[in-house]
């Protein structure tokens, strides 16, 4: 009995209940199948979130404390549309300003964690650099619609460090296209050290930067990190 009722559960895919039913102790014969599938459920639920989790490349920061001194907001969006991930819903983007170090890859890290955890969402974390030099890469391989389509999966696209590395005329029109199949289906946050008026130094190409913008803006909210480095500010207090 015990191995047919193995073999039932490995056709059917219920793999907590192949491995563990034996174990569980009930009062009656319906108590004994809701608790089945209760923990089926269960573990269902925690092999999506870790897959969410390793498939999403967020930093880790665990133990790490936001703080929102000196950040400044439209007043169309709202700390809780950010920390619960409702722009997410409405298809919109954020793009945090700020100098070094004020905590635009923490809030950023943050919402996407958030976004997986509260409502399991689909996240991939970038830094701009890395995602240009995996388009390229692609490109050369012949695998780029492979990449695109990862990226269409996705409820929230986070791009880190924008302006932080100037980018050469094919990845630039590579991540065009990234910002392209986002507009108006998945949400973006971006974090950048500089103005929109210094993006051209990016991009290299007036057009193209404009083009980039006017999809990333249409939708967004600008989120001002307007205060002093924290890790300049931990290096004068150790000292």
Known sequence: MRVLIEEHAKRLKLSWIRENFHEVKAASN???????????????EERKLNLLISQSSLPDISGRHFDWDGIHMNG?????????????????????????????????????????????KKVRFYTVARLVNQLLEANDKGTLGKLYKQIESLDLLILDELGYVPLHKQGAELLFQVI???????????????????????????????????????YSHLIVFNRESFRHKESLMNR
């Open 30 to 44: 319906e108590e004994y199948l809701l608790k089945l599938f209760e923990r089926e459920i269960q573990q269902r």
């Open 76 to 120: 169309d969006i709202s700390k809780e549309d950010i920390i619960k991930g409702h722009f997410i819903e409405r298809k919109e983007n954020l793009i945090l300003y700020g100098g070094v170090g004020v905590g635009k890859t923490l809030l950023a890290s943050l919402t996407g964690w958030n976004a997986i955890r509260e409502n399991q």
């Open 180 to 218: 392209n199949l986002c507009y108006e289906r998945r949400s973006v946050v971006v974090t950048t050290n500089l103005q929109f008026g210094q993006w051209n130094h990016v991009f290299g190409d007036p057009i193209l930067t404009e083009a980039f913008i006017d999809r990333l803006i249409h």
